[in-house]
């Protein structure tokens, strides 16, 4: 049974870090744009499964990335699923502030985050940070679960700012994701 949030604890780091990536990881990995567009130009059939999504505590590294004194957060943990299989698991923190609510990320249901947030002109990103997450790794609970195998994984993750408010976003690809082909 997978606790959540499951945990992303990893050496989070700047691509420039993995100097032994491929172009075809570099180009899912470091995506600037829409991940949820790229998927969907994939193929024929784009689906969000919500897995989680509860109020949690935000550990004191996210309160740093996220330059918040707010204690708690909404948690969402999503799989994105092209022609029905899984490819990426995505994990939001959302802090519940005001602007948060206003742009209505509080109550998304199963319409994808990319779909919202790539909309307002006002969205700006750090960095994006690369993780490999071993075969002995928490995620790899999920990937179980999923009836997929265990391999080593990729992961980005970075903070978003929708009017002044912050939220972070961590996605790791799953096996079988278009990035390992």
Wanted: aromatic fraction near 8%.
């Amino acid at each position: 049974m997978i606790t959540f949030p499951v945990s992303l604890a990893a050496n989070w780091q700047p691509a420039s870090a993995f100097p032994d990536l491929t172009q075809q990881q570099q180009g899912w990995l470091l995506e600037a744009g829409s991940l949820t567009a790229k998927l969907k130009s994939h193929c024929q059939a784009f689906s969000v499964e919500v897995l989680n999504e509860a109020p949690f505590d935000l550990t004191e590294e996210q309160q740093a990335l996220l330059n918040t004194s707010l204690s708690q957060a909404l948690n969402r943990e999503v799989l994105l699923l092209c022609d029905g299989k899984p490819m990426v698991y995505a994990q939001s923190w959302l802090p519940a502030d005001d602007t948060l609510k206003k742009q209505q990320l509080l109550s998304m249901g199963t319409r994808p985050l990319g779909d919202v947030i790539f909309q307002d002109p006002s969205l700006s990103r750090t960095e994006i940070e690369v993780a490999e997450f071993s075969q002995q790794h928490a995620i790899q609970a999920l990937t179980a679960e999923l009836g997929l195998p265990s391999n080593s994984l990729w992961g980005r993750r970075s903070v978003f700012s929708l009017s002044n408010a912050h939220f972070l976003v961590a996605e790791v690809f799953l096996p079988g994701a278009y990035i390992y082909l």
